[in-house]
Nanobody
Framework: QVQLVESGGGLVQAGGSLRLSCAAS????????MGWFRQAPGKEREFVAG????????YYADSVKGRFTISRDNAKNTVSLQMNNLQPEDTAVYYC?????????????????WGQGTQVTVSS
C-alpha cells in the first residue's frame, strides 16, 4: 500500500510559477512510476507528466511541455512538479499517482494509487 500526499497548490497570476510536491509512504518508492494528473471543473482527469522509477525517463502532455518539469527524489520518497508560465487554463485540482506496472505513463488506469489532490488556480 502506498499513500500519497500532495502539497504546494495555491493561487497565482498568469505567468507565475508554482512547485507541487508529493510525499509517498512505503519502502519501494523507486519501483513505482509516478505521474501528475489534473482535473478542471466539468472535465475529465487528464495526464500532465510522468516519470519512471529511476528518474531517467519523463513524459509530458503537449499542453505543458516546455513549461512544466517533473522530478523525483527516491531518497526522500518525493516527486515534484515545477510549473512555470502558468496560464488560466492550467487551473485544476492536481493529483499525484503511483503505479507499479505502468506501460503508458499517460494512461490514467495504469496507476494504482492516488493522492487527494491540491488546488491550483491561475488568475488572468
Amino acid at each position: 500500500q502506498v499513500q500519497l500526499v500532495e502539497s504546494g497548490g495555491g493561487l497565482v497570476q498568469a505567468g507565475g510559477s508554482l512547485r507541487l510536491s508529493c510525499a509517498a509512504s512505503g519502502r519501494t518508492f523507486s519501483s513505482y512510476t509516478m505521474g501528475w494528473f489534473r482535473q478542471a471543473p466539468g472535465k475529465e482527469r487528464e495526464f500532465v507528466a510522468g516519470i519512471r522509477g529511476s528518474g531517467t525517463t519523463t513524459y509530458y502532455a503537449d499542453s505543458v511541455k516546455g513549461r512544466f518539469t517533473i522530478s523525483r527524489d527516491n531518497a526522500k520518497n518525493t516527486v515534484s512538479l515545477q510549473m512555470n508560465n502558468l496560464q488560466p487554463e492550467d487551473t485544476a485540482v492536481y493529483y499525484c499517482a503511483a503505479g507499479y506496472s505502468v506501460v503508458y505513463m499517460s494512461g490514467r488506469n495504469m496507476y494504482n494509487y492516488w493522492g487527494q489532490g491540491t488546488q491550483v488556480t491561475v488568475s488572468s
